[in-house]
C-alpha cells in the first residue's frame, strides 16, 4: 500500500522561506510523476509545482523564480523549497505521487500560513 508522509509547513512572515518533504513508500516500481498541490480556504485545490522521473518540471506561473522542486529517486521523496513567501501562499499544501499504472496518490496536508 503507497504511504505519502509529508513534512515541514508551518507559520511563517511574508519574505521568508520553507521546505516542505514529502517521502513515499510501498510502490515496487516508484513513481513516475511527484509534486505539491495546494488549497486555499474557498479555492480548489491547484498545482504548485511536479516532477517527474527524468526531472522535467511543471510549475505554476504564481511560484516560478520563487520555489524549487526536487526530487530523489533511489528514496522516492521530493522536496518544495519555497523562498519569497507572500501571504497568498497561504493554504494546505499536499504531496501528490503517480505510479507506473498512473494512479494518484495524496498526502494528508501540511498547513503554511504566511503573515503580512
Known amino acids: 500500500q503507497v504511504r505519502l508522509v509529508e513534512s515541514g509547513g508551518g507559520l511563517i512572515q511574508a519574505g521568508g522561506s520553507l521546505r516542505l518533504s514529502c517521502a513515499a513508500s510501498?510502490?515496487?516500481?516508484?513513481?513516475?510523476?511527484m509534486g505539491w498541490y495546494r488549497q486555499a480556504p474557498g479555492k480548489q485545490r491547484e498545482l504548485v509545482a511536479t516532477i517527474n522521473k527524468g526531472g522535467s518540471i511543471n510549475s505554476a506561473k504564481s511560484v516560478q523564480g520563487r520555489f524549487t522542486i526536487s526530487r530523489d529517486n533511489a528514496k522516492n521523496t521530493v522536496d518544495l523549497q519555497m523562498n519569497s513567501l507572500k501571504p497568498e501562499d497561504t493554504a494546505v499544501y499536499y504531496c501528490?505521487?503517480?505510479?507506473?499504472?498512473?494512479?494518484?496518490?495524496w498526502g494528508q496536508g501540511t498547513q503554511v500560513t504566511v503573515s503580512s
Open positions: 501528490n505521487t503517480i505510479d507506473y499504472g498512473l494512479k494518484n496518490y
Open positions: 510501498g510502490s515496487i516500481f516508484g513513481f513516475t510523476a
